[in-house]
């Protein structure tokens, strides 16, 4: 079955980058999913990237894909206090809409 | 563009109960998914309305059942409700099966 491991913490200082990995199981995954939630909130959709991509920038964020190996890695430029927030990594398999999650990895900037 | 609204936010209920929880998408978007969220189990897909039918469906059992109309909106149901139901609730919106899916503030059951 579908499954998507991430590390459950990371803990950076303001201003450094931060690289959260996620691996995923299913070879028919299409879409890969990184979305963002904060205490008490809903997620918010940060980016996606499609499965023949490699590598995909939106502003601080860049997304790498390794299909091969079936990792999917966020990194986060400069670092504020105000990105400390548990992330998902999800993905999509062709056809259908459900997203599978990973745990979620919580991210902790300190100043 | 208004975002997906859930009410309510929060809900206290009693074991044996029932409850309904009810979701507003995105205007324009037909698809409506729903997810449970615990701290054991993580994100749990519960099932997926598209144009007022059950499209796709996970591994729950039938007291989860859901319906939407014909503006899209959404409910989803819970009857007999166990402790184990206490969760974060969380609906998103899609326009249709290949687009992103954005996912509303969640709504909190408590189960007592």
């Known amino acids: 079955g579908e499954d998507v491991e991430q590390s459950l913490f990371l803990s950076v200082r303001e201003g450094d980058s931060s690289v959260i990995n996620c691996t995923y199981t299913d070879s028919s995954s299409t879409y890969l999913y990184w979305y963002k939630q904060e205490p008490g909130a809903g997620l918010q959709l940060l980016t996606y990237?499609?499965?023949?991509?490699d590598m995909k920038q939106d502003q601080r964020l860049t997304v790498l894909l390794n299909k091969k190996d079936k990792h999917l890695s966020l990194r986060i430029a400069d670092t504020q206090t105000g990105d400390s927030a548990i992330y998902f990594c999800?993905?999509?398999?062709?056809?259908?809409?459900?997203?599978?999650f990973g745990k979620g990895t919580m991210l902790l900037v300190s100043p | 563009k208004a975002g997906v609204t859930q009410t309510p936010r929060y809900l206290i209920k009693t074991r044996g109960q029932q409850v309904t929880l009810s979701c507003s998408p995105i205007s324009g978007h037909r698809s409506v998914s729903w997810y449970q969220q615990t701290p054991g189990q993580g994100l749990q897909f519960l099932f997926e309305?598209?144009?007022?039918?059950?499209?796709n469906k996970g591994n729950f059992p039938g007291r989860f059942s859901g319906r939407q109309f014909s503006n899209s909106r959404s409910e989803m149901n819970v009857s007999t409700l166990e402790l184990g139901d206490s969760a974060l609730y969380l609906c998103a919106s899609s326009s249709g099966f290949i687009d992103e899916q954005y996912f509303g503030p969640g709504t909190r059951l408590t189960v007592t």
């Open positions: 309305y598209f144009s007022e039918t059950q499209r």
């Open positions: 999800a993905e999509r398999t062709a056809g259908y809409s459900t997203l599978t």
């Open positions: 990237i499609f499965s023949n991509m």
